[in-house]
């Protein structure tokens, strides 16, 4: 019988190529905003809002062996532009969003599962303009790692910190060719990441012969966060 998987987001971008890599293997379902994209993935869409709405009233399966947070938030200001309505709201999407969300569906989660949560190179490698961002993903990596050691054996949790990937969030940054050169130029890899890049690592870490890994922050960043090669 196949295991359950559940993606909060999932209709585009990082977390539609997860759904897409697995989707041969689990029973995979989306909760999203919309189901943009996915008609030709075999997945079970569920409509939901991270934001306004209480997930216990989807119709989950009784028994979970996969979970992947994927909504985000890529708000990139000077301090001084910013006010506290901003860190605000990038903490709700961020992390109180997902803080809701697993507390609802951690009962329902089976031994030997595995949670995925993202978070950013910019809580590691300190940069201009990632004040508010940074703020909120890094209390997901001090929340991923409190709930790794609480829920070993049985759950394991990690968390990939990527540099900046080509999706529709990251489009303001990535809009004509010569800002996706400078991008690249600022990687050791010389190039942005795909959303391939990073679902390959949430595969990963979803599979159960991979299951010997948790409470981790893995930098899936094109060098960014460990080279210096100027």
């Not at 909760?31 to 030709?40: I, P």
């Not at 209480?54 to 028994?63: A, G, M, N």
Request: aromatic content about 8%; charged content about 20%; overall charge neutral.
């Amino acid at each position: 019988m196949k295991k359950n998987i559940l993606l909060v987001g999932g209709s585009y971008g990082i977390g539609f190529e997860i759904a897409r890599q697995i989707m041969g293997e689990y029973n995979v379902f989306i909760a999203s905003r919309t189901k943009d994209g996915l008609e030709n993935l075999s997945v079970t869409h569920l409509v939901f809002d991270v934001t306004s709405d209480d997930i216990s009233t989807l119709d989950l399966p009784e028994e979970l062996h996969g979970f992947v947070f994927c909504p985000g938030s890529i708000n990139l200001k000077p301090f001084k532009m910013l006010g506290e309505d901003a860190f605000r709201q990038d903490m709700e999407i961020n992390f109180f969003g997902l803080v809701k969300t697993v507390k609802t569906i951690i009962p329902k989660m089976a031994e030997g599962s595995s949670m995925v949560f993202f978070s950013t190179v910019a809580v590691g490698t300190g940069m201009p303009f990632h004040t508010s961002v940074s703020a909120a993903k890094g209390a997901i990596e001090g929340f991923a790692r409190s709930l790794a050691a609480e829920y070993a054996p049985k759950i394991r949790v990690n968390t990939i910190a990527p540099s900046l990937v080509d999706t529709p969030l990251a489009g303001r940054l990535l809009s004509n060719d010569r800002k996706k050169e400078m991008m690249s130029q600022r990687h050791p890899l010389k190039r942005v990441g795909t959303a391939k890049d990073i679902a390959n690592m949430a595969s990963f870490l979803l599979r159960q012969e991979n299951s010997w890994v948790t409470g981790q922050v893995i930098g899936i960043d094109g060098g960014m966060s460990s080279l210096n090669i100027s």
